[in-house]
């Protein structure tokens, strides 16, 4: 498994933004996926999670009603679409997978991990 984010940027407060995480090995169709993030100075969080045919998903409750996470088994790709964005939203964003078909929130759950995409989100 090689997870690779991107899609982060610089976005206004209330803009929207989508994550994308593939998985260049192509190997995680069965693993469950999660999304966290670290922001400067601060432990790195659980934002979301899907199970591995995306039927069933856990949000933080900082972004429960804000972000959506969805899978195309068919480009072996996670998203998280992130709308509603704070100025607190801003991290890097990380996703991971574990070689099990449902999802954790902890991150010591997950053995492969994406390099981290930066959200910027501006008051």
């Known amino acids: 498994v090689q997870l690779q984010a991107s899609g982060g940027g610089l976005v206004q407060a209330g803009g929207s933004l989508r994550l994308s995480c593939a998985d260049s090995?192509?190997?995680?169709?069965?693993?469950?996926v999660g999304w966290f993030r670290q922001a400067p100075g601060k432990e790195r969080e659980f934002v979301a999670a899907?199970?591995?045919?995306?039927?069933?998903?856990f949000y933080a409750e900082s972004v429960k009603g804000r972000f959506t996470m969805s899978r195309d088994h068919a480009k072996n790709t996670v998203y998280l679409q992130m709308n509603s964005l704070k100025p607190e939203d801003t991290a890097v964003y990380f996703c991971?997978?574990?070689?099990?078909?449902?999802?954790?929130?902890?991150?010591?759950?997950?053995?492969?991990w994406g390099q981290g995409t930066l959200v910027t989100v501006s008051s």
């Open positions: 090995g192509c190997t995680f169709i069965t693993y469950a």
């Open positions: 899907i199970n591995w045919d995306g039927g069933s998903k």
């Open positions: 991971a997978a574990r070689s099990f078909t449902t999802f954790s929130t902890t991150r010591q759950a997950y053995r492969y």
